[in-house]
């Protein structure tokens, strides 16, 4: 199922640099640059269609009765400078607030901090 899922994943990006991989358990991460904020949103928000539609079978999945998936959407300003470990945390605490949510959940959040001097 975990092999299906990522090449729904992998399918759903547009261009050559953006990245898919597996990050842990059943957690995966998908790097995209050189995007809004919005658009990354909406990225998320059609993988998590993508999955759906792709009517995977999974009776633990309650209501759905498929695999679906809750992503966690952390974005970077170009004026901003943060570590990766301080993205990927932003990334988990929306991922984990869509979990909250329920499924098939997409949460985003900025993630900002000023550059030293700007």
């Not at 949460?107 to 900002?112: I, L, M, P, T």
Request: net charge negative.
């Amino acid at each position: 199922m975990l092999t299906k899922v990522a090449q729904i994943l992998k399918s759903s990006l547009d261009r050559k640099s953006d990245l898919c991989f597996r990050l842990g358990g059943e957690e995966f991460l998908i790097i995209v640059s050189t995007t809004t904020a919005e658009d990354a949103h909406l990225l998320a928000e059609k993988v998590c269609k993508h999955v759906a539609s792709a009517e995977i079978g999974h009776v633990d999945n309650g209501e759905y009765g498929h695999i679906t998936v809750s992503i966690g959407v952390a974005s970077v300003d170009a004026v901003y400078s943060s570590k990766p470990d301080d993205i990927l945390h932003s990334a988990d605490q929306a991922l984990y607030e869509a979990k909250e949510m329920g499924r098939n959940r997409v949460v985003s959040r900025e993630h900002s901090q000023r550059l030293e001097g700007g």
